[in-house]
């Protein structure tokens, strides 16, 4: 799905400084959990979309668990919330009108997710073997390339197949144009 790849320049700035990349996943762990409760408030009258959710909300919410006993562990404490100019960017492509809305919000999901897959194998690959967050990350990507593929099967469940694929195009595009324009910094994003 991605159209451009992460610079060495991001994995190294953020492999040195791991710590801080630590303090800004956790956050997005708990915004991923956010937005997937938000997606079963908005659609509850999709119940596959609403089982899968919750689902995912509860997988999120652990995953931020398990990136705070780490935070813990390093005695770092969490930090507050900052906006997330690739997130804020990618929901601007988001079509207003109602059927629209639900694919492209299915789709900048299921993006935002490879992008997470990318740069935490990315992580994982270029840690030190004796990192105990090498085989921490390498289980996160895992989880990330499956919430991508998770967020395209539901878009066509509800969408044609080709509808979707015709977006996912699209929105790959700009998303490859968003992550191109963003500053190198300690994110995920």
């Not at 997130?87 to 059927?99: K, P, W």
């Not at 105990?132 to 499956?146: G, M, N, P, Q, W």
Request: glycine share 4%; with cysteine.
């Amino acid at each position: 799905m991605l159209q451009c790849l992460t610079s060495q320049e991001w994995v190294d700035l953020n492999v040195k400084k791991i710590e801080d990349f630590l303090l800004d996943h956790a956050s997005c762990e708990r915004k991923a959990s956010g937005m997937a409760m938000s997606m079963v408030a908005h659609y509850p009258d999709r119940p596959k979309l609403v089982r899968y959710m919750i689902s995912l909300a509860q997988e999120e919410l652990e995953h931020f668990r398990q990136v705070w006993v780490r935070i813990n562990e390093r005695g770092l404490q969490l930090g507050p919330d900052t906006k997330d100019i690739y997130v804020r960017s990618l929901r601007g492509l988001l079509r207003s009108n109602t059927e629209h809305y639900l694919l492209d919000r299915l789709v900048v999901a299921g993006i935002i997710e490879a992008r997470g897959h990318e740069r935490f194998q990315l992580l994982a690959d270029n840690l030190p073997d004796s990192s105990t967050l090498k085989s921490f990350y390498v289980h996160i990507a895992k989880s990330e390339d499956r919430h991508a593929r998770l967020f395209i099967d539901l878009a066509k469940e509800f969408f044609p197949d080709e509808e979707v694929d015709k977006r996912v195009i699209e929105i790959s595009s700009s998303e490859a144009e968003i992550v191109r324009d963003l500053p190198i910094r300690v994110a995920l994003h």
